[in-house]
C-alpha cells in the first residue's frame, strides 16, 4: 500500500517538498490507514501532516470515542491536531437538509478554518479505489452525466466546497497564501482490502461506525449487496471497469469545462447573461455546459429535463420568460440595437 499511495501521490503532483497536509481522521479503517501512512512517508516526500477531526455529535458516547481515539493516535504519532464538535443534526434542521448532506458541509467548513488556522496546503480524504466504484454505479443507477460519471475527483478547490453558510469571509485562505488549499484524495488507487492488509501489518486498530452496516443508507446496500452480485453474475472486475469510466469522463469534463469557460464570460459578466446567436452556434454539448456555467455560481443545480426545457427556451429564442426551481426564472431579453441575450434573475433573499 506504501509504494502505490506514493507512487500515486507523485504521479498526480497531489503535494510537494514543504507543504502542510491536513489528514481527515474519523477513525475508520480508511482514514486511519491513511495517517499511518502519510507519517511513514512524511519525510521521504516532505510534507508535514496535521491530523483533523469533526465530531458530528451523532452518535452520543460513540462519537465522543471517535474523537478521543483521534486524539490519541495523533499524539501517539508526535503530530499537530485539530478536534472540533459539530452539532450535526442542529444544522441538518435549521439549513433543512439531510444528515449526510449537513455533515457533509460541515466538515469542508472545518477544513477551511483548519488550513487558515495550521496554514495547510492541502487537506487529504480517504476515499479509495472501492469508494470510488461506488459512488460511479450510484450515479449510474440515479442518472448522470459526464461530470457524474466523473465519480470522485481526486484535486478540488477547498474554498469552493467550504462555500456555505459555516465559512464566512475569515474562513478564507490568507491573502498571502501562493494557492488556496486542496482537498485531496490520495487513496483512489487502493483498495479496501490494501488498507485492511496494511492495518494488519502494523497492528493498528481502528474505529467501527455502525451506521456503515446498516441498510438504511442507498451507499451500504451498494457495498453490501448490489456490487458483489453483480460482481458474481455479470462482471468479476466491475470495480476495475467502473474506476476506469471515471477517469476517462473526468478527463473528458475537464477538456469540456476548459472550452466553456474559453467561450462564456467571465464571471463578473456574468449579470449581462448568454448572446443567443452565439449560444445557438455551439454543439449541443456545449450548450449544456454554457447554461450549467450560468447557474453554477447561484448553486442552481438543474436535472436534465429542466436543462433541456431551458435550452430549448434559449434555442427559441422569443422573448419571455423560463420558470426554473427555487425561484429562479430566465428571461430572454430583446433591446434596441442589440442582439438577443438570455439573462438569469436570482430570487431576492428573504
Known amino acids: 500500500m506504501l509504494q502505490s499511495l506514493e507512487r500515486y501521490l507523485r504521479k498526480h503532483r497531489l503535494v510537494r517538498p514543504g507543504q502542510r497536509v491536513g489528514v481527515a481522521v474519523s477513525g475508520g479503517a480508511d482514514s486511519v490507514a ?12 516532505g510534507i508535514v501532516p496535521v491530523v483533523l477531526h469533526l465530531n458530528h455529535a451523532l452518535r452520543g458516547a460513540d462519537s465522543d470515542a471517535d ?57 487529504a480524504t480517504a476515499h479509495t479505489r472501492d469508494d470510488q466504484a461506488e459512488t460511479v454505479l450510484l450515479r449510474l443507477l440515479r442518472g448522470a452525466g459526464t461530470s ?18 459555516l465559512a464566512s469571509e475569515s474562513d478564507s485562505p490568507p491573502a498571502l497564501q501562493p494557492e488556496p488549499p486542496h482537498l485531496i484524495r490520495p487513496m483512489l488507487s487502493i483498495t479496501r482490502q490494501q488498507v485492511e492488509q496494511f492495518l494488519l501489518s502494523l497492528g493498528q486498530p ?38 476506469e469510466t471515471a477517469e476517462i469522463a473526468a478527463a473528458e469534463s475537464a477538456f469540456l469545462d476548459d472550452l466553456a469557460a474559453s467561450v462564456f464570460p467571465q464571471p463578473s459578466d456574468l449579470g449581462r447573461g448568454i448572446q443567443l446567436d452565439f449560444f445557438q452556434e455551439q ?23 429542466q436543462l433541456e426545457n431551458l435550452r430549448d427556451f434559449a434555442l427559441a429564442g422569443h422573448a419571455g420568460r423560463c420558470q426554473l426551481p427555487r425561484g429562479f426564472v430566465a428571461e430572454v431579453v430583446r433591446e434596441n440595437f442589440l442582439p438577443p441575450r438570455l439573462r438569469l434573475h436570482v430570487p431576492k433573499a428573504g
Open 34 to 45: 491513511l495517517l499511518r501512512a502519510l507519517a511513514t512517508l512524511a519525510p521521504a516526500l
Open 148 to 165: 457524474g460519471l466523473a465519480g470522485i475527483h481526486r484535486s478540488l478547490n477547498l474554498a469552493e466546497l467550504a462555500a456555505s453558510p
Open 67 to 123: 474523537a478521543a481515539f483521534v486524539a490519541a493516535l495523533a499524539s501517539r504519532l508526535a503530530l499537530d491536531s485539530a478536534i472540533a464538535t459539530e452539532d450535526v443534526a442542529g444544522l441538518a434542521a435549521r439549513l433543512h437538509l439531510s444528515l449526510e448532506a449537513a455533515g457533509r458541509r460541515a466538515r469542508y467548513a472545518f477544513f477551511q478554518r483548519s488550513a487558515t488556522a495550521h496554514r495547510l496546503d492541502s487537506v
Open 283 to 305: 454543439p449541443l454539448a456545449l450548450q449544456r455546459r454554457i447554461l450549467r456555467r450560468l447557474c453554477h455560481p447561484h448553486g442552481l443545480a438543474l436535472d436534465f429535463a
Open 206 to 243: 481502528f474505529r467501527q461506525d455502525a451506521s456503515n452496516l446498516s441498510p438504511q443508507f442507498l451507499r451500504n446496500r451498494v457495498r453490501a449487496q448490489l456490487l458483489p452480485a453483480l460482481e458474481r453474475d455479470y462482471n468479476p472486475q466491475l470495480r476495475q471497469a467502473l474506476c
